[in-house]
């Protein structure tokens, strides 16, 4: 379904990606895990079209999207949110939600009427009318993930959705996330904390200082050398070995 | 078409009126630098300065380069009650909202101007306005080029107190990183506070620069602040070398256009120079970031 | 029917009623009413709903005032034919600033500081070349009769200014409803999340700007009939400009009556300065003072009411 083929992004000298690939089948639950600043965000922004890989390919759905700009990648069905909650803060919960269903509906209470099932299917139900500012860290995050969903994508690249909650709301999202998977939804996720992906994912990729170390099933990865010393640092290894 | 020695005046004439154009600047860019707000009162807040020194010469009698340290301070106290009673407080949120709370202080500024001082152009009569001075084919006024050398004085001074003094390297460590800077023990409002000041106290300094060969009225900051935006975009939003070499090429673009084009579409070169730059090189000649 | 638009009917009929009972003096002042509520809803079209704010609003005034008057004097074109033609010169206008500003990036103030930049171009352009007359300005015959574009009675002019305003109403009202207002919001709001939900960003600016700079100049063409006068000064001059946002600003960015009640606010400081002037001596100066006040109410509607006037009003409505 995406194909990220030698995938390199530089920002003045710094390689932030460096040659990544990965793919994601259709139905899947794939997670993308590294240390802080291996790359990870970027590597999903240049994927989404935020920024211009300066080499490599991308294709969604057997169609090449290298470079094009966000608005014409989230039209073809594939869709991110933002690790730092980006919501509109203005308008209502309902109205931030319209606007991802705006994107194949022109009519006002068809987009009304999508919005309010997708945020029952985020349990966001009891929040429509309250604004965006007035969200908690939580509610933003489903927000994010609502919003998203409402533009009807394929394919929905999630930036850290679990990060700042606490473990009950974790609890609470990764049953969302199964949900959405459940309605034929398929996901790719960037996750800085191990624990969440395992639950989640059934393949997982590992990033480090911009390049694909690993891939595998979440419990492969948690044995990987190479894994925990990118997480440890050098040696780790062998100190948790002996 | 022109002949040299023509040509070589309205540089040499250029440069002096660019040598208050950076005075004017370096306090823009010094304002947005270190407090990432565009003053859009910058030109208001001349024009007030300027009817200061005009005031002071015709009230008590001071002569305006005499005027210097008193205008100054004046300035600089100005500029810093206002940080700390209207523009601190809305310094945070979206960049347009303090914009437009500039943009609201200077209509307040011109209009109480126009209330207090009425409509009228103003000049100071120094009896040294009519003193030229011979440079190769060009004769220039004797006031100009006493404002010119005392702006650059001024602007060294300015470097240097940032460069060696304790409250200058907390200037440009907060403009450099404020969250670092606070977290070693800076007390940034204040430092803020200052810079606010410091701001307004080069058009202090500019004002009693440019009241010997210029008027003042009421709408004299629109004049100057689209004037002061470009050659601080020109230079690169921030930069002190880029507001100096900025003032500089502004007022010889000024005074040839003037040359060239005549009184009126020499005007033109300022802004058509503002929106190229931003256009083309938003970053500025010295800019870094955008 | 629903409260709000009885309140709607109900004042739509009170404007109507208005200049038949009251001494033509008021009956201009309702009219700049809503002529500069009109012209302010083309502002806010921009900057309230779109968040662009333009700081040189008046290059689109000044390109219809002119594009319709030049179309008259010198091409003998009738006004109301010229009308249309200066909108279109209007929408271009802000079609080619909005493309070339968007396309370099350009956000927040130094999308406001470059508009203020080519209004400056505009209005030493029309103070420079021949075919404005310069700094002279350019006077229309006056001629009243209705298929000239002007009227002998003031009320006409009146009638028009509603109907301008009533139909930029409807387009804000439009905005609150559709597709394309949603997305306006949410770029203002976050350009970013606007971008990564599908929305064509640069696309939808250019629209917008283009629609605000045709209403805008549509306004320009009105005033030039009412005075039959223009020149740099007036139709490029950075008070329009200010003037445009300032209604917006005061009664409520982003809301559809919010340009219309700033401007009953500034008419009203207006006029209660004009009277305290012609009481108190010292005050002669009118302009002065009411433009003092309009200053002090910009900074304290940004600073402490970010929605204008109007979130008074909503804030009771909400109690209630």
Not at chain 2, 82 to 89: E, F, H, T
């Amino acid at each position: 379904m995406l194909e990220v083929r030698e995938v390199s992004k530089s920002f003045g000298g710094l390689k932030a990606v460096d040659r990544a690939s990965l793919d994601v089948a259709p139905g899947e639950i794939v997670g993308l895990i590294g240390p802080n600043g291996a790359g990870k965000t970027t590597l999903f922004a240049t994927i989404a079209g935020f920024h211009r890989p300066d080499a490599g390919t991308v294709t969604f759905e057997g169609k090449p999207i290298t470079g094009l700009a966000p608005h014409r990648i989230c039209a073809a069905g594939m869709v991110r949110t933002f690790q730092i909650t980006q919501p509109f803060a203005g308008i209502s919960v309902r109205e931030n939600i319209m606007v991802g269903a705006y994107l194949h509906t022109a009519d006002r209470h068809l987009a009304a009427r999508e919005a309010e099932a997708v945020a029952g299917l985020v349990g966001m139900k009891d929040q429509l009318d309250q604004r965006g500012a007035d969200l908690t860290v939580a509610g933003r995050k489903r927000l994010e993930l609502a919003r998203a969903l409402a533009t009807g994508p394929r394919l929905l690249l999630l930036d850290e959705v679990m990060a700042g909650l606490n473990p009950t709301e974790i609890v609470e999202i990764v049953g969302v996330i199964r949900n959405i998977r459940a309605s034929g939804v398929t996901i790719l996720l960037i996750e800085h904390v191990m624990q969440a992906v395992t639950s989640l994912a059934e393949r997982v990729y590992v990033l480090n200082q911009g390049r694909m170390i690993a891939e595998g099933t979440p419990a492969a990865i948690a044995d990987n050398e190479e894994v925990i010393e990118a997480y440890l640092g050098r040696g780790a290894a062998k100190v948790l070995r002996a | 078409m022109f002949d040299p020695a023509f040509l070589f005046a309205g540089v040499l004439n250029g440069l002096l009126a660019g040598g208050i154009y950076v005075l004017v600047a370096v306090g823009l860019t010094l304002i947005y630098g270190v407090l990432h707000i565009i003053n859009f009162a910058h030109g208001s807040l001349l024009m007030l300065a300027m009817y200061a020194v005009f005031y002071l010469w015709r009230l008590i009698g001071i002569d305006p380069y005499a005027a210097l340290p008193v205008v100054i301070a004046g300035a600089f106290g100005f500029g810093f009650v206002l940080y700390r009673l209207l523009i601190g407080r809305y310094n945070h949120g979206r960049d347009e909202n303090i914009l437009l709370i500039t943009l609201g202080l200077s209509i307040v500024i011109d209009n109480v101007a126009l209330l207090f001082f009425g409509g009228d152009t103003q000049t100071i009569d120094v009896p040294y306005a009519g003193t030229f001075v011979e440079i190769g084919a060009a004769f220039l006024p004797l006031p100009k080029i006493i404002s010119f050398a005392a702006s650059l004085v001024i602007c060294a001074a300015l470097g240097l107190y940032m460069a060696k003094s304790d409250m200058g390297k907390a200037i440009r460590a907060v403009a450099k990183e404020r969250q670092g800077a606070r977290l070693v023990g800076i007390d940034v409002e204040n430092v803020f506070a200052v810079s606010y000041g410091i701001g307004i106290a080069c058009l202090g300094a500019a004002a009693c620069l440019l009241m010997p060969t210029y008027y003042v009225t009421p709408s004299s900051g629109h004049a100057f602040v689209l004037v002061a935006f470009t050659i601080v975009v020109l230079g690169g939003m921030g930069s002190f070398a880029g507001a100096a070499v900025g003032g500089f090429i502004i007022g010889i673009t000024e005074s040839l256009g003037g040359l060239f084009l005549g009184e009126q579409l020499g005007q033109i070169g300022i802004s058509l120079i503002f929106i190229l730059i931003l256009l083309l090189k938003p970053t500025g000649l010295f800019g870094s970031k955008a | 029917m629903n409260r709000a638009a009885l309140l709607c009917a109900l004042g739509l009929l009170a404007a109507l009623a208005y200049p038949l009972l009251v001494p033509n003096y008021l009956v201009t002042i309702g009219m700049l009413v809503f002529f500069t509520a009109f012209i302010g809803q083309s502002w806010n079209i921009a900057g309230g709903f779109a968040g662009q704010t333009s700081f040189g609003h008046v290059v689109f005034f000044g390109t219809g005032a002119y594009t319709s008057t030049i179309l008259q004097v010198t091409w003998g074109w009738n006004p109301w034919l010229a009308w249309p033609a200066a909108m279109a010169a209007g929408g271009a206008v802000g079609w080619m600033i909005a493309v070339l500003s968007f396309r370099a990036g350009l956000r927040g103030s130094y999308f406001a500081l470059i508009t203020l930049a080519f209004a400056e171009v505009f209005r030493i352009l029309a103070n420079s070349v021949p075919f404005t007359k310069g700094g002279l300005g350019m006077l229309l015959k006056s001629d009243p009769r209705p298929i000239n574009f002007q009227f002998k009675d003031p009320i006409w002019v009146y009638y028009l200014a509603l109907l301008l305003c009533v139909v930029s109403l409807l387009i804000a009202w439009h905005l609150t409803r559709s597709r394309f207002g949603a997305r306006l919001v949410a770029i203002r709001e976050n350009e970013d999340a606007a971008r990564a939900l599908g929305i064509d960003v640069f696309a939808e600016k250019v629209k917008v700007l283009t629609l605000s700079g045709a209403m805008c100049a549509a306004g320009g063409t009105f005033y030039a009939q009412k005075y039959l006068y223009i020149d740099p000064g007036i139709a490029f001059g950075v008070d329009k400009s200010v003037e445009m946002l300032l209604v917006s600003m005061v009664g409520g960015a982003g809301t559809i009556f919010g340009p219309l009640i700033g401007s009953f606010t500034l008419m009203g400081i207006n006029e209660v300065t004009r009277w305290l002037a012609s009481v108190v001596p010292a005050l002669k100066n009118v302009q002065p003072l009411s433009l003092i006040v309009y200053g002090i109410m910009l900074i304290l509607i940004v600073a402490r009411l970010p929605d204008g006037l109007m979130s008074l009003f909503r804030r009771k409505r909400r109690h209630a």
